[in-house]
């Protein structure tokens, strides 16, 4: 079975300029999550996604948001870009219940300068 | 919300000695506790997972040990090997996933 796949693996933008990542997840996965990971911070829970449904949300700014197809591929924009957004961005997906174990991509590097 | 603090931050081991991480979380609703390998450049991969109706499991030379009533769980490695060198990340799931802030473990052969 293919893994979870992520596109680009690393990006580079400029302060203010916009960014859409893309997540193409397990064949028979419905949820797909995003994560922001910070040396600082560490893993930061953005959103879930669950048969195109925005299930939950973490404590993000509007600035960021998704969106998930119906063939369960998710995509994630981030607006106005800040430096502070400069991160490890993973996505995960799962078969959407409670105690169904992640299956992470290797992420998108993105850097904002 | 849910908070889940993990210890200590970085662990050196010699090849061969144990190694144990321990996670605390404070919502008792989260009843699924996962843990998480990440190497160097991938994504974290599920190692070992425990749900709240368990109080011990094993798989090889991976354990993890729950305790509902203090709100405590733990990972042990034992025999360590360099290939367990990575960062390693619990997590407690109620709706959310929420992670603790990662154990960077170095083994030394």
């Known amino acids: 079975k293919a893994g979870v796949t992520q596109t680009p693996r690393y990006l580079i933008k400029t302060r203010g300029q916009q960014v859409t990542l893309s997540c193409s997840p397990i064949?028979?996965?419905?949820?797909v999550s995003w994560y922001q990971q910070t040396p600082g911070q560490g893993l930061q829970f953005l959103f879930e996604?669950?048969?195109?449904?925005?299930?939950n949300k973490g404590n993000f700014p509007g600035r960021f948001s998704g969106r998930q197809f119906s063939n369960s591929r998710s995509e994630m924009n981030v607006s106005t870009l800040e430096l502070g957004d400069s991160a490890l961005y993973l996505c995960?997906?799962?078969?959407?219940?409670?105690?169904?174990?992640?299956?992470f991509g290797n992420g998108t590097r993105l850097t904002v300068t | 919300g849910e908070n889940v603090e993990q210890h200590p931050s970085t662990l050196s081991v010699q090849e061969g000695d144990s190694a144990v991480i321990k996670c605390t979380y404070s919502d008792s609703a989260s009843n699924y506790f996962p843990w998480y390998k990440q190497e160097l450049g991938k994504g974290p991969q599920l190692i070992i997972d425990?749900?709240?109706?368990?109080g011990e499991k094993k798989d090889q030379r991976i354990a993890v040990t729950l305790n509902k009533t203090a709100k405590h769980f733990s990972l042990h490695i034992t025999e360590t090997q360099p290939e367990d060198s990575a960062v390693y990340f619990c997590?407690?799931?109620?709706?959310?996933?929420?992670f603790g802030t990662g154990t960077k473990l170095q083994v030394i052969p």
């Open positions: 995960a997906s799962s078969l959407g219940t409670t105690d169904s174990p992640l299956h």
């Open positions: 996604y669950f048969s195109e449904t925005q299930r």
């Open positions: 064949s028979g996965h419905r949820s």
């Open positions: 425990i749900r709240s109706n368990v």
């Open positions: 997590a407690a799931v109620d709706q959310k996933v929420t």
